[in-house]
């Protein structure tokens, strides 16, 4: 936004951005016509979640525990919700 506000044109944003210019220029005509909230993205239609957000905070939160190799840390603690699920606990 701060771009286009300095004069650039859309097809110079987009290469700049990565993005093709239709999406580019969409994106400058949402902020016109709705301002801060045309940069949330909207509801999207199509199955709902699987994950709740309290086991995707734990995702997150395990892959930041080891960032080298995240998955042995995801392995990690899925063996162990696994026994434990087998153990009868939550």
């Known amino acids: 936004m701060l771009l286009s506000a300095q004069g650039r044109a859309i097809a110079e944003l987009a290469q700049i951005l990565g993005a093709e210019r ?24 199509g199955r709902p979640r699987r994950v709740a957000p309290e ?21 990690k603690r899925g063996s162990q919700r696994r026994r434990a699920t087998r153990l009868g606990r939550p």
Do not use: I, K, M, Y
């Not at 999406?23 to 016109?32: A, P, Q």
């Not at 086991?55 to 392995?75: H, K």
């Open 22 to 45: 239709d999406s580019v220029g969409r994106w400058l005509s949402h902020w016109e016509e709705d301002g801060v909230v045309a940069l949330c993205d909207a509801p999207r239609p």
């Open 55 to 75: 086991e995707e905070a734990a995702l997150v939160d395990a892959a930041q525990a080891n960032p080298a190799n995240p998955r042995a840390e995801l392995a």
